[in-house]
């Protein structure tokens, strides 16, 4: 099943980029909206919600550290 691989393969993707960069780091904010995109196209659309907020918060972070 493509579409559920493909889910597997973003949240390995966003684990790496956590574990390596950071979680403020602009890499993990794109893993993670790609990930939510993906979820949404599955119908898992309060998984996708979650995600979505969580690279929200990722991203507030990575322009505040930018702006400092």
């Known amino acids: 099943d493509q579409p559920a691989e ?7 993707s966003l684990a790496l980029h956590e574990a390596l960069e950071g ?3 602009p890499n993990v904010a794109l893993a993670a909206n790609n ?4 979820l949404a ?5 309060r998984e ?3 995600t ?6 990722s991203v507030k972070v ?3 550290s930018l702006t400092s």
Request: proline share 3%; glycine share 4%; net charge neutral.
């Open 52 to 57: 979505a907020a969580a690279f929200l918060v």
């Open 48 to 50: 996708a919600r979650e």
């Open 35 to 38: 990930l939510a995109v993906a």
């Open 23 to 25: 979680p403020n780091h």
């Open 41 to 45: 196209n599955l119908g898992r659309a």
């Open 62 to 64: 990575s322009v505040l």
């Open 6 to 12: 493909a889910v597997a393969r973003y949240e390995e």
